[in-house]
């Protein structure tokens, strides 16, 4: 069955410095990957996405992230961390019939000063 | 473009009533999907629906039920509430398969049931 693994359920992460949350998944073919970001109260906001090409996507806010078929992961990353990147972090798939979307169980950014 | 909408934002209702949860999605997207987030559970797809067909269901028993309009506006209710019930739950839509789109987000109901 499909899945998506983050292994850091909180991290945290000095303003200014930069950052790299973890996202593995498990399909069999080639899998659409999604970032979501869910602010407090909020609904989820895409980042960036990945469906086929280059395997480096960059996103909105200065995010980015890189697809690695050889170890199954979607990593997202950025080079410097801003307060109000303080949020909820999930990862996703699309499931095999295209239809619905598979999350991880998402990861807690916290930003110190 | 305005954005999926979700009516109410904020519901509260006590074990055994049932609840109905509305949803707009983006003018032209066809495709409209729900999940439910709970702080244990994360986030778990509830169903989805496409031309007002039903085309995919989650793991969730029956008291959960959807609907979509012909103008794709969706609807879902949940009967005979449970505590276990209380969660965010989150519309999405889209143009059609996930597989060349991007399903965009609803800012939530956030249902409370006491």
């Known amino acids: 069955a499909q899945s998506v693994t983050q292994p850091d359920i909180h991290i945290t992460v000095s303003e200014g410095a930069s950052l790299e949350l973890r996202c593995n998944y498990s399909y069999g073919a080639t899998p659409y990957l999604f970032w979501y970001v869910q602010s407090p109260g909020q609904g989820l906001q895409l980042l960036l996405k990945y469906f086929s090409g280059d395997t480096l996507v960059q996103g909105i806010k200065g995010f980015e992230a890189e697809f690695k078929r050889s170890q199954s992961s979607f990593n997202l990353r950025k080079p410097s961390v801003h307060w109000s990147d303080a949020a909820e972090y999930f990862c996703a798939v699309v499931n095999q019939a295209g239809t619905a979307l598979i999350f991880g169980k998402g990861t807690t950014l916290s930003v110190s000063s | 473009k305005a954005g999926v909408t979700q009516t109410p934002r904020y519901l509260i209702k006590t074990r055994g009533q049932q609840v109905t949860l509305s949803c707009s999605p983006i003018?032209?997207?066809?495709?409209v999907s729900w999940y439910q987030q709970t702080p244990g559970q994360g986030l778990q797809f509830l169903f989805e629906y496409f031309s007002e067909t039903q085309r995919n269901k989650g793991n969730f028993p029956g008291r959960f039920s959807g609907r979509q309009f012909s103008n794709s506006r969706s609807e879902m209710n949940v009967s005979t509430l449970e505590l276990g019930d209380s969660a965010l739950y989150l519309c999405?839509?889209?143009?059609?398969?996930?597989?060349?789109?991007?399903?965009?987000f609803g800012p939530g109901t956030r249902l409370l049931v006491l």
């Open positions: 999405a839509s889209s143009l059609s398969d996930l597989g060349s789109e991007t399903q965009y």
């Open positions: 003018s032209g997207h066809r495709s």
